[in-house]
T-cell receptor, first 112, second 116 residues
Framework: KQEVTQIPAALSVPEGENLVLNCSFT??????LQWFRQDPGKGLTSLLL?????REQTSGRLNASLDKSSGRSTLYIAASQPGDSATYLC???????????FGTGTRLQVFP | EAGVAQSPRYKIIEKRQSVAFWCNPI?????LYWYQQILGQGPKLLIQ????????DSQLPKDRFSAERLKGVDSTLKIQPAKLEDSAVYLC??????????????FGPGTRLTVL
């Protein structure tokens, strides 16, 4: 059974810091891994999608890496801003379950 | 392109009452998903439709939850009767097609249900 864990559960940092959010999964037979952002009262916004054959994806100040063999992914946020405050979720699409399995999320607060 | 629409955005009911949520997916998306997100947890898939057929409802509590997607477009998720533990955000998502060949899912804003 695929299990997805995210560490830390919550993070509060001053503006300008570089951040690393961690995601681990137990079944390495994944099709892809996706990072989402969730703002209070809103749905999920896809940030980055990494196919199983890829090592990383970049979008602006965001960089996500994938190490399938060790079951880990990291989301790197450069020069954090208050507008980055949100909950970040990672999710994997696993061959065995054929569905998107989510982690519990990291709640990020960036203060001025 | 219009996104996934959901209504209502918020609903407060008492336990044992019934409630229904509505979802309108992105035009042309054949696959529709309903997720339940309990506070502090990640979303959990309740049911997946491919057009108007059910692909996966293994995690749907069928004694109280039901869902339909008539005509393969809009979908309704119903809870009858509601329990306290049903308090959650219910997210609807859609994708161009589902199956093992993953297609990116697009999520609606969700419906926040509070059961008192």
């Amino acid at each position: 059974k695929q299990e997805v864990t995210q560490i830390p559960a919550a993070l509060s940092v001053p503006e300008g810091e570089n951040l690393v959010l961690n995601c681990s999964f137990t079944d390495s037979a994944i099709y892809n891994l996706q990072w989402f952002r969730q703002d209070p009262g809103k749905g999920l916004t896809s940030l980055l999608l990494i196919q199983s054959s890829q090592r990383e994806q970049t979008s602006g100040r965001l960089n996500a890496s994938l190490d399938k063999s060790s079951g880990r992914s990291t989301l790197y946020i450069a020069a954090s801003q208050p507008g980055d405050s949100a909950t970040y979720l990672c999710a994997v699409w696993t061959y065995n379950t054929d569905k998107l399995i989510f982690g519990t999320g990291t709640r990020l607060q960036v203060f001025p | 392109e219009a996104g996934v629409a959901q209504s209502p955005r918020y609903k407060i009911i008492e336990k044992r009452q019934s409630v229904a949520f509505w979802c309108n997916p992105i035009s042309g998306h054949a696959t529709l998903y309903w997720y339940q997100q309990i506070l502090g947890q990640g979303p959990k898939l309740l049911i997946q439709f491919q057009n108007n057929g059910v692909v996966d409802d293994s995690q749907l509590p069928k004694d109280r939850f039901s869902a339909e997607r008539l005509k393969g477009v809009d979908s309704t998720l119903k809870i009858q009767p509601a329990k306290l533990e049903d308090s959650a955000v219910y997210l609807c998502a859609s994708s161009f097609s589902g199956g093992a060949s993953y297609n990116e899912q697009f999520f609606g804003p969700g419906t926040r249900l509070t059961v008192l």
